[in-house]
């Protein structure tokens, strides 16, 4: 998908210094920006990778999984 946006001439330039650095097409390192952005703020995905976390941590061990639940319940959120 093609998109125009509109960024700082300061953002621009170090986004072509660390695409010239990486050797990574200016396109790309946006895209990736924008995935990590996703990824780190939006809450269900958030959400959705601590329970595959959980879930691969857990398995199988429930003394693990019981430990975990036991520290998650005494934590404040």
Excluded: C, Q
Excluded at 9 to 21: G, I, N, S, T, Y
Excluded at 23 to 52: C, F, G, M, Q, W
Aim: proline letters at 4%.
């Amino acid at each position: 998908m093609k998109t125009a946006i509109s960024v700082p001439d300061d953002v621009f330039a170090e986004a072509e210094r660390l695409a010239k650095r990486l050797r990574k097409p200016r396109s790309k390192l946006y895209s990736d920006a924008i995935a990590e952005y996703v990824s780190r703020h939006d809450p269900d995905l958030v959400t959705a990778k601590l329970n595959e976390v959980w879930g691969r941590a857990t398995a199988g061990d429930e003394f693990v999984g019981t430990a975990a639940r036991r520290v998650l319940e005494r934590t404040d959120w």
